[in-house]
């Protein structure tokens, strides 16, 4: 269970800050169970009721320093996903975006990115699909990344660029 005051990733709301644990006071809603109310970080002015108990939708502690900086060490050796099918490469990256896994978003990025350099040195347009899906997993891991490592969300990019520079073998 969770405490007021944590940072969680709640699905696709993403990064959410526990505001309170407790029973709900709305008509129709039984009173014998408790539920987390969050704020999600980056959504201003939402609220999201949720049971303590919910199994539907994935809610976890967001990465530690640690984790995360774990998780830029990987960055290199994490592979793009493979995508075979054309027809099926929504329904790949909406899986992995519902992961809410940070390593699944950073192979998200990392295809795309490479995707769209690729379309773009044969002359081709960036698709609308690949850039709302590199957008989106761009947003939830910079939104995590930047909460563990204690940085504004739009410096995150660069923090990692800089360390990837900093760290090449």
Known sequence: MFEVGDYIVYGNQGVCRVEGIGPMHMGGIKTDRLYYTLLPVYISGSIVYTPVDNTKVILRQILSKEEAMQLLEEIPQLEQIDVTDEK????????????????????????????????????????????????????????????????ERNGVEEYITRYLEQHRN
Do not use: N, P
Not at 125 to 150: H, N, P, S
């Open 88 to 151: 099926g490469r929504e329904q790949i990256y909406k899986d992995a975006l519902a992961s809410c896994d940070c390593k699944e978003l950073v192979r998200i990025i990392k295809t795309l990115y490479l995707r769209r350099q690729s379309r773009l040195e044969d002359g081709k347009k960036v698709t609308a699909l690949d850039e709302r899906y590199f957008r989106m997993a761009e947003d939830a891991l910079y939104g995590e990344l930047a909460i563990a490592l204690g940085l």
